[in-house]
């Protein structure tokens, strides 16, 4: 049985519906701030909060718990840079609590749900794993704070405890059953925002800048299927655990970056919406938002070789699809 932190939400509850389809079975804890209890249709749902040491012993005692799968995070770049503190305390003190509690209950294998904000504005494109790790918001400095303390915990317990930390580039797209997608409040994400626009549901779409060091002048970025991202969480869980013997090999490849290794930009993700809408979209032009790096694109090499992980969802045609189609579901009373 795996325990999935923040599973109602968008990653989490994709991953969760990719175990079950796998034969795993799952208990989702979230204390709904930002995910819904709707997109929990696979195993069984606990509503609580990290924070809550008794909770998590009561789960940790009632259950056997193989792992954890951990995306009970606050992801918002442009919030942490507002609420700081609420960040450091939701991504990375709760975090500690839920380290305690697992090492109380001797669970020793954990899949972190990582960002590409830990690179800040990279020294080299593509990204690899080696990059340099300089963060430039509080969202990517609490993840990094993880990552520094499952490193440490990594040493210390040798054997006893082994992770694997997920980078993700840009997460998008739907399940392509339509039975959960993107939804949230509110909406931060460039690809659903868009589709606000073409369904009617805002007026316009804002970009961010047009003067960064890009061939259009817009951030460039590397969008990654959620489905796709979720088969990455079983093939790195399978991983630990046909390798937990072996500890020096996890501890090599305890990091992977996830995405699709190709660029686009704001301007041709909200061309391709309108190609796949077919709808003219309204834009304008807004100033620059603090923390946003000129280029992100992964090289996910270390994880195809590793993790034998093949995303499917390749292009941004099909992850705007998938998307738009979950879009009109959701928002059919418009």
Known sequence: MILITGGAGYIGSHVNKALHKKGYD???LDNLSHGHE????????????LSDSDLLKSIFNSYDIQGV??????????????????????NYKNTLNLFKNME??????FIFSSTAALYGNPESIPITEKNKLNPINPYGKSKLMVEKILEQKSKEKSNDFNYISLRYFNASGADPDLEIGEDHNPETHLIPLTLDAAIGKREKIAIFGNDYNTPDGTCIRDYIHV?????????????????FENSDDIKEN??????????FSVKEVIDTCEKITKKEINKEIANRREGDPDILIADSKKAINVLNWKPKFNSLDKIVETAWKWHKKLNRNI
């Open 104 to 109: 109380i209950a001797n669970i020793n294998k």
């Open 227 to 243: 489905c796709d991202l979720a088969q990455a969480h079983i093939n790195a869980f399978e991983y630990l655990q046909e390798n």
């Open 69 to 90: 799968m951990h995306f009970a995070a606050f992801t918002s770049v442009s919030e942490s840079i507002e609420f700081p503190v609420m960040y450091f305390k939701n």
């Open 38 to 49: 709707y997109a929990v249709k696979w195993g069984e749902f606990i509503e609580g909060d």
């Open 254 to 263: 305890s990091v992977f970056n996830l995405g699709n290794g190709n660029g």
């Open 26 to 28: 799952t208990i989702v």
